[in-house]
């Protein structure tokens, strides 16, 4: 079987290899938290190109636009492992690593406070679970607990390889790809990216921190257009 991996394309689009399954979630408000609902599943095969340009009239596939508009997809952020980049907030019972990428999901909020104000307060079994909610539903990977008593264990959600492509309608936009479960990622100049349970990837082209999202597509009022296709 075929390696599942994302190929960046210099100046183009994402190269998907291995029959990674591919749906569109939508990101819903409920209560004072927010949650994942499948929309579809498109149909592909065992490759597929995804759009990283955001200017496909074909969403979310490639159609060519990256170069009818001379897109410039230069990758500028870091290779770094995330436990280099990530800064520690300490807990009673969980510490949080957390390495600031933000694709503005907004999963980090719970009823009962944000995941850094329930990090803190962690001794609590309940406000312990809703931490480790808030992190683990964050697609950019940016927030990882450590439990302090179980030797430090990380905590991770299990997940299946598979790309969601992410839409946000109350804010009215399209989100990022977020690829979850530990597909590899490599760059245009064929170096590899460190494998990360979940990571999320920008599609608007406007990123300044390609190839991740860095919530540049709220500011630019991103819509993919799939809903009129």
Known sequence: MKRKQITIMENGPYRVEGNVPLDEVIMVSQGGHREYRKARSFQTRGE????????????????????????DGTQTASKMPFEERARVLRGPTLDLHDDGRCAYARFC????????????????AHLRREAIKAACDCPTGRLVHYDKTADYAQIEP??????WILED?????????????????????????EIRNRYALCRCGASCNKPFCDASHVDAGFRDGIDSK
């Open 158 to 163: 299990v997940l299946e390889p598979s790309i």
């Open 48 to 71: 597929y190109l995804l759009c990283r340009c955001g200017r496909t009239s074909t969403p979310p596939f490639c159609d060519g636009s990256h170069c009818k508009v001379g897109f």
């Open 169 to 193: 309608p109350d804010l009215d936009v399209s989100g990022p790809i977020y690829v979850r479960g530990g597909i590899a990622l490599v760059g245009s100049d064929s170096s590899q990216y």
């Open 109 to 124: 909020h719970r009823e009962d406070g944000d995941v850094w104000s329930l990090s803190e307060k962690s001794a609590d």
